[in-house]
């Protein structure tokens, strides 16, 4: 099976802060892989080196096969795109939907907008009737399936996930998820999810990596992290954290 | 156990241009010595409970309530001078984020010395004492050091540490807590609880924790409300929390993912119109 992404020895430098420290991965195609750690870890920033979004300061990314130098061609984000954490602020707030969802499709100039626009909104379980409404008059919920709608749009091949549902309700967690692995189970996509939660992220991967202070800490498959056939300390912590409070 | 807090059938109401709405609809609970969880999800009303107590609903809202008492107090008849005394003194409120619910620009130490000399007549030198003291109840390692630091100089789990003991300096016997460990990295909130959890303990406080985490809260509290649309559908001690009746605190429960339970899909909630009712 051949990488969808493959990363090697990256480094990001914000001024003299070592944001990402030689960190290496390598995610199959087809393959759901999760990035786990505390804020300040490095996974949201490793999300953002391969869409482009921050510099790399040495070491390669390759997607599907093809080395990134410092830019991306259009090409590049009709097989990578990404769904941001916040949708409340990942939506522009005096665009209606289908102004929204019509962007990409003006930018990588896509002539059959019209079905488009009616599949993508169909698939994410919205309709027609949520077209023309703005983000605001949208639940979170809502809004979440907007933002995966907008980026299902192109027909990549790749998603990049950062953290998808941590401003969501629990209950609307729960469908926002079962939605993301519907439409990769249909359309056969590559995920690269990052998550503090491991409970989500051993639901939605079937491989993933530790993070801590811009390194990799482990790399692990779900079933070990959910056997706790684990090395290191720091991943054992997170896993303890995980099942609630222990008075003591 | 003594009450501390009794409410019945409380109501919060917001005017707004397309009519009036109800935000919390006829909450009635009581609270001791314990650890109280009030759990639902946004749009719940589970924030609007905690700040009606606290008295801190917006003024344009209206609240009503068959009976609001503090120890005795009548919370609704106060005027806004016993209630003031009363806020931060007796009654204390942690918030979701320190890094908006702190000054910005007022060093942590002067924050909590502010807080205590509002509501006693210390002196400055035995003000600053007593909040070094606090700073290191809450497990700050170097209290002088964060005494003169500002809040966009700490994390978030030291900021909360700060909050918590602003909020503790003057000795409160409730203590309301809106969401305090959710802005926070999943092991720094349980340090953050496990201090809070200490000191309520040592304290004898009554404690009102807000959240939407159910798992949570279940774990921390004594007692569990669980509020959906404005409304209690269920109470029930947090031990008992997995023979929950109400289908909503089930669908709650069973929603999240888990590490270990394989189900895909994930259950959903199928929202029925007669819980809000």
Redesign the interface.
């Known amino acids: 099976m051949t990488s969808a992404i493959s990363i090697e020895r990256l480094e990001v430098v914000f001024d003299r802060f070592r944001a990402l420290k030689g960190v290496s991965l390598d995610v199959k195609e087809g393959e759901s892989y999760g990035l786990v750690g505390e804020s300040g870890s490095g996974k949201s920033t490793l999300l953002r080196a391969i869409a482009g979004l921050a510099p790399a300061a040495s070491g390669t990314i390759a997607v599907n096969g093809k080395t990134l130098g410092r830019g991306r061609d259009k090409a590049f984000y009709r097989d990578v795109q990404m769904v941001f954490q916040d949708p409340y602020g990942s939506l522009h707030p005096r665009q209606t939907v289908d102004r929204l969802l019509q962007e990409p499709l003006a930018i990588h100039g896509i002539a059959d907008g019209e079905k488009r626009i009616e599949r993508a909104l169909d698939e994410v379980g919205l309709g027609n009737g949520f077209r023309f409404r703005y983000a605001h008059q949208l639940s979170g919920g809502q809004r979440q399936r907007v933002a995966i709608a907008r980026a299902l749009i192109l027909e990549p091949s790749i998603l990049l996930l950062d953290e998808p549902t941590s401003a969501l309700d629990a209950s609307v967690q729960a469908e926002v998820l079962n939605l993301l692995e519907e439409v990769r189970r249909r359309r056969k996509l590559t995920f690269l999810m990052v998550s503090h939660d491991l409970a989500i992220i051993t639901h939605m991967c079937e491989r993933l990596m530790v993070m801590q202070n811009g390194e990799a800490v482990e790399n692990l498959t779900a079933s070990q992290l959910i056997g706790h056939r684990v090395e290191k300390d720091y991943t054992r912590n997170l896993l303890r954290a995980s099942e609630g409070f222990v008075r003591g | 156990m003594s009450t501390l807090l009794d409410v019945e059938d409380l109501r919060v109401t917001f005017p707004t241009r397309t009519g009036l709405i109800e935000a919390v609809r006829g909450v009635s609970f009581s609270l001791g010595r314990e650890r109280l969880g009030i759990v639902g999800?946004?749009g719940s009303g589970k924030s609007q409970t905690g700040r009606a107590i606290m008295g801190l609903t917006p003024p344009q809202a209206r609240i009503s309530a068959d009976k609001l008492s503090f120890d005795g107090i009548d919370l609704l008849a106060a005027s806004p001078r016993e209630r003031r005394a009363l806020r931060g003194k007796r009654i204390a409120m942690i918030l979701q984020d320190p890094k908006y619910s702190l000054d910005p620009v007022m060093s942590i130490g002067r924050q909590i010395v502010e807080t205590l000399r509002t509501h006693e007549k210390v002196s400055k030198a035995e003000a600053r004492e007593r909040a070094l003291a606090m700073l290191e109840a809450v497990q700050i390692r170097d209290p002088r050091r964060v005494f003169d630091l500002h809040p966009h100089e700490v994390s978030?789990g030291m900021g909360q540490r700060a909050m918590i003991a602003m909020m503790l300096i003057a000795g409160p016997e409730m203590m309301i807590a809106d969401e305090p460990t959710s802005a926070l990295?999943?092991?720094?909130?349980?340090d953050v609880?496990?201090i809070l959890?200490r000191l309520v303990a040592e304290r004898g406080m009554g404690l009102i924790f807000i959240s939407?985490?159910?798992?949570?809260v279940?774990?921390?509290c004594d007692r569990v409300i669980v509020m959906y649309a404005g409304k209690v559908v269920e109470q029930l001690k947090a031990s008992e929390l997995s023979q929950a009746q109400h289908p909503y605190t089930r669908?709650?429960l069973n929603?999240?993912?888990?590490?270990?339970f394989?189900r895909?899909?994930?259950?959903?909630?199928d929202r029925k119109p007669e819980w809000a009712a």
């Open positions: 999800e946004s978030g990295d999943v092991t720094v909130q349980l609880l496990g959890d939407h985490d159910l798992r949570l279940s774990s921390f669908g709650l929603c999240m993912p888990r590490i270990g394989e895909h899909p994930l259950p959903v909630l």
